[in-house]
């Protein structure tokens, strides 16, 4: 499965090229959202080529939130650690946003590998800001510091107007999200999903992850939680975490993948759905070709059909010349005992032959020897002269 990265990919690639090309001193203005409705805008000038002005606009909070100055408990202090002096915070922030920074490039390390590892967390300010709560609950969880907001539940925000519990305790801490989606399909996939998601924890090689669970109802750590909060079509997914799962390096990337825990879900609902409709595609377009492989060829029915036609009409035409061709041995009145039978036998099979190929029999027609037609005239005299006689 695929984890989403923290950085922002766009204004990484900004940066960088922002700080390669620092001599050219060229304008910039760009504004971009990504996903969970977090929008930024970074601006540079030609006076100052050093200095870039970005501004973060953070989801909006449902209720239960509470946010300080715009942001989230303790973001400041987050960003005055992360950053140092390359960062000085701009108050108030620019309309429509939460926090606007201002970056000093010239204060960049000039080692190339710190710089970029800077640049990195610059990239991802977002999690520095939006995760700060989260960080500073899980921090203490390592140095097992019990506070007085013991048990307490916490509300952050992660999506617009929707938001996420921990409840801290002294050796572990829960984090339970309600999972809601807009489209009744994704949500019977997100429910399918998650179900998968807590069975496969049960495995042998993640014994070592935090301990998941998912309910149909709220559980019993969120009691006491707004009636609105509790609103959840796909059910509710809980993770206990321990010291262990935030030792480190590890306490970076929890946070990540707590905070973004709804949009993996999102993405890889999507992704089973996108795969869905292209196999159903592939079934239609299957049964298309089976249906057009059934249909019989009506253009070689019909010239089997033709062909058939022209052997029963050479088939007679040669039997009439073989008995033409007898006239000379056989008396003219024999001729015509043996020619008009045949001739009202094949009546009706001529008929068709005609309707069917009326071309090949005109064509036919007009080909005819002229001793055939003598002969013809030859045989119906006899005929006329006993006729006249009676």
Partial sequence: MILLQSPSRYLLQILSTRVRNLEKGVEL????????????????????????????????PPPETVFFGGLPPEAIEAIKA????????????????????????????????????????????????????????????????????????ISLVHRPNESFFVVPQA?????????????????????????????????????????????????????????????????????????????????????????????????????????MHTRMRRRVESLIEALDRAKPDWKKVKKAVQTRSFKRLVRFESIVALVMSNSNVVSPHASAELFFPLLFSCRASMMDVQLQIPEIEIARSAEEPPSQSVKLQNLREPNSSKDSHH
């Fill in 29 to 60: 203005d760009c504004q971009w959202i990504e996903f969970d409705d977090v929008r930024y805008h970074i601006q540079a000038s030609m006076k100052n080529p050093n200095l870039l002005v970005l501004s973060v606009s953070l989801p909006t």
């Fill in 82 to 153: 992360a950053y140092g002096t390359v960062v000085h915070i701009l108050d108030p922030p620019k309309d429509g946003f939460n926090l606007t920074v201002k970056l000093n490039l010239s204060k960049l390390p000039p080692d190339e590998e710190h710089r970029q590892e800077l640049l990195g967390k610059i990239a991802s300010i977002r999690e520095v800001v939006q995760g700060a709560p989260l960080k500073s609950v899980l921090k203490q969880l390592v140095s097992r510091t019990v506070k007085s907001e013991l048990n307490k539940l």
């Fill in 171 to 275: 050796d572990k801490v829960t984090v339970v999200f309600p999972m809601r989606f807009k489209d009744s399909v994704d949500s019977i996939l997100a429910t399918s999903f998650l179900q998968e998601f807590v069975d496969a924890r049960r495995t042998a090689g993640l014994g070592n992850a935090p301990h998941c669970l998912w309910s149909p109802s709220p559980p019993q750590e969120l009691k006491g939680a707004p009636a609105e909060a509790l609103l959840a079509n796909a059910g509710f997914v809980s993770f206990v975490i321990s010291p262990r799962h935030v030792e480190g390096r590890k306490l970076d990337r929890t946070v990540w993948s707590l905070s973004t825990f709804h949009a993996y879900v999102s993405y890889h609902v999507k992704c089973s759905e996108g795969f």
